[in-house]
């Protein structure tokens, strides 16, 4: 008589997603190349409410989503603002995964101005991914024209 011994490994799966996206409600964010860098950059005017957006890709396992807003100027040793956010899990078709897409509100000030706006993910441990949108204001200027007689 031969026995056969069957043995199963069950893993969880707890990898951060492969990527995060930031997008805006009203809007598009641009990209931009400064001093050798690449950046995404979101325009707006001061007093304008914006709602910025940040979506997982498809992951197993559980995620945190955090929002950091660091102002324009700030040095490194000034910690960033944390912004609260509303944070919904949501299934893929195929039942097997899921995303996050989260969502914070800012009234845009004129010091916000190059001011930086961060959503980062972390998985269980220590894995984070997150992106990264330059808020930069739209000013109005007044042109006024002489004319002389």
Known sequence: ????????HLYSITDAPANVTISVE???IDDDHT???HEK??????????????????????ATIKWLF?????SITTPPKQLVDKAVTFKTPDGESVYQESRI????????????I??????VGDARIDSRVRLDIIREFLFVR????
């Not at 950059?41 to 559980?62: D, L």
């Not at 961060?118 to 998985?123: H, I």
């Not at 002489?146 to 007689?149: E, K, L, N, T, V």
């Open 118 to 123: 961060d959503c980062l993910v972390w998985s």
């Open 35 to 37: 001093g050798g860098r």
């Open 70 to 74: 660091q102002a324009a100027g700030a």
């Open 105 to 116: 509100q800012i009234t845009v000030r004129p010091e916000d101005d190059r001011s930086y």
């Open 41 to 62: 950059v979101a325009y707006a005017r001061a007093g304008e409410m914006k709602t910025f957006i940040c979506k997982t890709a498809p992951y197993y396992g559980q």
């Open 26 to 28: 009203t809007g598009s």
């Open 1 to 8: 008589m031969i026995v056969e011994k069957l043995t199963i």
């Open 146 to 149: 002489y004319i002389f007689a």
